[in-house]
């Protein structure tokens, strides 16, 4: 069965970094997607970014290009969330998430963030002001 584990989530100063991890099992690193995803209190979930296991395309929302930074290590069937420059409003639980196919570069915002089958339980970030 696929298990995907979040972990590295903590408290930091707005300005600071952090470094999330997901360690994937159940599965062969193949023609899939990895997302992060995140979600605050009383507000719905929303994509952060995602990265083709196979050829390491990657796609990021516009509220975190240029700050954060997806990776996968796929010896090690974990994907990284580098996450600089941390603001207040990127608090939130941050999920990762699986898909059984890979994106297009022509894809949609929404496309790059539908049809995640597999999830993690989820780690969380605070970043205070």
């Known amino acids: 069965e696929v298990q995907l584990v979040e972990s590295g989530g903590g408290l930091v100063q707005a300005g600071g970094s952090l470094r999330l991890s997901c360690a994937a099992s159940?599965?062969?690193?193949?023609?899939?997607?990895i997302g992060w995803f995140r979600q605050a209190p009383g507000k719905e979930r929303e994509g952060v970014s995602c990265i083709n296991l196979s050829d390491a395309y990657t796609y990021y929302a516009d509220s975190v290009e240029g700050r954060f930074t997806i990776s996968s290590d796929n010896a090690k069937s974990t994907v990284f969330l580098q996450m600089n420059s941390l603001k207040p409003e990127d608090t939130a639980v941050y999920y990762c998430?699986?898909?059984?196919?890979?994106?297009?570069?022509?894809?949609?915002?929404?496309?790059?963030?539908?049809?995640?089958?597999?999830w993690g339980r989820g780690t969380q970030v605070t970043v205070s002001s």
């Open positions: 998430a699986l898909k059984l196919m890979a994106h297009r570069r022509y894809y949609s915002d929404y496309e790059h963030f539908v049809d995640f089958g597999s």
């Open positions: 159940g599965f062969t690193f193949d023609d899939y997607a």
